[in-house]
């Protein structure tokens, strides 16, 4: 049973960066062919797909954050990563880490998610 787990601070000022790592068990995040995804919902809205690093290490990112976000990984500790720059309070939302195969983009196991708020 793959299992994914979010971290990070839960409060990040205006402007910064904000980081988040997703740890995952029960599976190696360099396996073929499965993706491995941020998403992300702000409240009381839908969610939002922010990016993905594939088992090869090629990354893909949504168009609309493509400028400000970044994922890698660190295959020594099963781990993949976010960074959003330049954040702003609409960027507070609970971030998502999740899995898929790259031939169908369906998300079959996701993390608990992590609450972040952007505020002074």
């Known amino acids: 049973q793959v299992q994914l787990q979010e971290s990070g601070p839960g409060l990040v000022k205006p402007s910064q960066t904000l980081s988040l790592t997703c740890t995952v068990s029960?599976?190696?995040?360099?396996?073929?062919?499965?993706?491995w995804s941020w998403i992300r919902q702000p409240p009381g809205k839908g969610l939002e797909w922010m990016g993905v690093i594939a088992y090869d290490g090629s990354t893909y990112y949504s168009p609309s954050l493509k400028s400000r976000t970044s994922i890698s990984r660190d295959t020594s500790k099963n781990q993949f990563s976010l960074q959003l720059s330049s954040v702003t309070p609409e960027d507070t939302a609970v971030y998502y880490c999740a899995r898929s195969a790259v031939t169908t983009h369906q998300f079959e196991y996701w993390g608990q998610g992590t609450l972040v708020t952007v505020s002074e």
């Open positions: 029960g599976g190696s995040i360099t396996t073929s062919y499965y993706a």
